[in-house]
């Protein structure tokens, strides 16, 4: 571009070497202006994606928020995570440390801001509040040591592909900065920030509420009872009716 704007350039001013200083003052200034409209289009920003977290009044809850520079109503995954250290007997399992999602909510960009809370405590079947993996290494017979920091992850995550928003934010002038983005075994391009915040476990008792076992959906694996008809569908013993029988009742 910078190449083709010089040569035009000598063009112009062979063809006006026979016309006054003036002249050719006229013909150079269109050439800078358009030179400064032209440099204003590569004048690029970067993605803004900052995440904060606080604890609540509410034992266990906390509120996650931050600011970004992105289109409005974008979603953003958030979630709470404990890495966990299995113990020798439970090495023979599986010897890599493990971990456990103990919340997740999704949030939305609201002029330029987005907020959400994360309960990380659960009730168990005795009023016990616990976090998700200490009801389930019960069951599951494992003993497992949980790392004193909880990871706090935000994730942009578009519903198609990272791409159609690059595209987007391109058109803005907006640009993920180098090495933000991040990719799964599988290929999927997304987007992250966390940060790591000391969290105690949780202590404490309270009544046990039916309804709150796995969120209001209790022990998926069980099959639920069905209710008893209240309609008695014994075969009656005898035709309860004078009519001739039909043809899909005669024996072929």
């Not at 994606?49 to 266990?60: A, C, H």
């Not at 966990?84 to 103990?102: F, H, K, Q």
């Not at 040591?145 to 907006?174: H, Q, W, Y």
């Given at each position: ?24 003052l006229l013909l150079l200034l269109p050439l800078v202006a358009s030179c400064a409209q032209i440099q204003s289009i590569f004048q690029w920003s970067n993605v803004e994606l900052q995440m904060q977290v606080e604890p609540t ?104 592909d990272l791409s159609g928003l690059e595209a987007e934010l391109a058109k803005r002038g907006v640009r993920f900065p180098q090495g933000s983005i991040l990719s799964t075994a599988e290929g999927f391009r997304y987007a992250q ?60």
């Amino acid at each position: 571009m910078v190449n083709w704007i010089g040569s035009s350039f000598h063009c112009r001013i062979a063809l006006a070497q026979r016309s006054s200083q003036v002249v050719k003052l006229l013909l150079l200034l269109p050439l800078v202006a358009s030179c400064a409209q032209i440099q204003s289009i590569f004048q690029w920003s970067n993605v803004e994606l900052q995440m904060q977290v606080e604890p609540t009044s509410t034992p266990g809850t906390y509120s996650v928020s931050g600011r970004a520079n992105l289109p409005e109503n974008t979603q953003i995954s958030v979630a709470a995570v404990r890495y966990l250290e299995p113990d020798n007997r439970s090495r023979l399992l599986n010897a890599n440390p493990t971990y456990s999602i103990l919340a997740y909510q999704p949030a939305e960009v609201r002029q330029g801001q987005w907020q959400t809370n994360l309960n990380l405590w659960q009730v168990d079947a005795d009023g016990n509040y616990q976090e998700s993996w200490q009801i389930e290494q019960d069951k599951l017979g494992l003993s497992l040591a949980p790392n004193e920091t909880v990871l706090f992850l935000a994730t942009l995550t578009p519903i198609d592909d990272l791409s159609g928003l690059e595209a987007e934010l391109a058109k803005r002038g907006v640009r993920f900065p180098q090495g933000s983005i991040l990719s799964t075994a599988e290929g999927f391009r997304y987007a992250q920030v966390q940060a790591a915040l000391t969290v105690e476990l949780p202590t404490g008792q309270t009544t046990p509420n039916p309804e709150d076992d796995n969120f209001g959906w209790g022990d998926r694996y069980l099959i639920p009872q069905e209710p008893q008809n209240p309609t008695n569908l014994e075969f009656p013993a005898e035709r309860l009716t004078d009519a001739p029988p039909r043809q899909e009742e005669l024996l072929r």
